[in-house]
């Protein structure tokens, strides 16, 4: 019986202990990360050279990242939370990020998935609406 209910008790406050996550994509204003430059205008950025916290005999392709105020001072701290404490990176002006980037990345995308509904839309129902209901009433 004391299983029974300890059990029924982890069950009730299961939800409780549950995470909930909050999503925010590229193109948001609350968002750090890795950005495509790629199509757009050139960045401003905040060093005129990318940094690297561990050299590495690998080249890799220099990175675009916004991070919060403060964190490219003391990139060593923080570069793992973005896995590129190996990489050169290139931190982006936040006010080039909120006026030029984000406004483009928007409706750029909207588009997107405007265009992709559009072909979704097209003959899901075609030829099944009019013909068969037509075939179904006439016996």
Known sequence: ?????????????APVLADVGVSIAV???????RIDIGGYPPPQLIYGQPVIVVPTERRYAPIYLRVPPGFERHWERHCHEYRACGRPV??????????VYSPRYRERHRMDRREDR?????GHDRGYRDDNRERDYRH
């Open 1 to 13: 019986m004391k299983k029974l209910a300890f059990a029924l008790l982890f069950m009730m406050s």
């Open 90 to 99: 290139y931190f982006v002006r936040d006010r080039w990020y909120r006026d």
């Open 118 to 122: 559009g072909r979704r839309g097209e």
């Open 27 to 33: 193109g948001e204003p609350g968002f750090y990360g």
